[in-house]
């Protein structure tokens, strides 16, 4: 049972567009939804963040939008750089349990911004 | 600043050979503390979280176990390793009690012969 999927597992961009990076998910209790970024041989790194509350984060060349109804967010990198090729992953949470870091994870999209 | 630290980089090992990866988190006290893997072509899978010594929840029922000896030391243990074990194994911390995001290390790269 796929909670959190990435339906697209690769995006090729040019350099200066934007990038859309797309994440569904199923279960109605996650309020709080992450982007992770990862390159080759390295532990994911933390992007950006929305609560359930907001419908969009935005944080420099990062926004993230959420549409609650339809269970889709997305990352949209503008405007896109070489150095933003790597793999983006989604997750999500909810405020069950101890804290929000029991995460579940998209299976990733695989970002290759050409110069 | 906090840091996380997790050895070693990449593991080759027979099957049914023992497994110990270990991870520490030096700048913070009484952190969450995780175990994930990402096997191949799939995403990240929760194994096992820690909210204080000796506490450990296992999320997955599988050939892995999990504990820590201080708080801020996660080890990810098993006794006879299968070949399924293969993967990437990622340790990750979180503030306790906040809503904040984990951040990870940077991953052992295990491979079961």
């Known amino acids: 049972d796929q909670q959190v999927k990435q339906n697209s597992p690769s995006l090729s961009v040019q350099e200066g567009r934007i990038s859309i990076l797309n994440c569904d998910y199923t279960n109605s209790m996650f309020d709080y939804f992450l982007w992770y970024k990862k390159y080759p041989a390295e532990g994911p790194t933390f992007l950006i963040s929305?609560?359930?509350?907001?419908d969009k984060n935005e944080d420099g060349r990062f926004t993230v939008f959420l549409n609650k109804s339809a269970k889709h967010l997305s990352l949209h990198i503008v405007p896109s750089q070489p150095g933003d090729s790597a793999v983006y992953f989604c997750?999500?949470?909810?405020?069950?349990?101890?804290?929000?870091?029991?995460?579940?994870f998209g299976q990733g999209t695989i970002l290759t911004v050409h110069p | 600043s906090q840091t996380i630290h997790q050895w070693p980089a990449t593991l080759v090992q027979p099957v049914g050979s023992p497994l110990s990866l270990e991870c520490t988190v030096e700048?913070?006290?009484?952190?969450?503390l995780y175990w994930y893997r990402q096997a191949a072509g799939r995403g990240l899978q929760l194994l096992f979280y820690s909210v204080g010594i000796g506490q450990i929840s296992s999320e997955v029922p599988q050939n892995l176990s999990a504990s820590r000896p201080q708080d801020r030391q996660f080890i990810l243990s098993s006794k006879k390793l299968l070949l399924s074990d293969s993967g990437f194994y990622l340790c990750?911390?979180?503030?306790?009690?906040?809503?904040?995001?984990?951040?990870f290390g940077n991953g052992t790269r295990l491979t079961v012969t």
């Open positions: 990750a911390w979180s503030w306790a009690g906040r809503n904040s995001p984990l951040h």
């Open positions: 929305i609560s359930s509350i907001k």
């Open positions: 700048g913070t006290s009484n952190p969450n």
């Open positions: 997750a999500a949470t909810y405020a069950g349990g101890t804290s929000y870091g029991k995460l579940t």
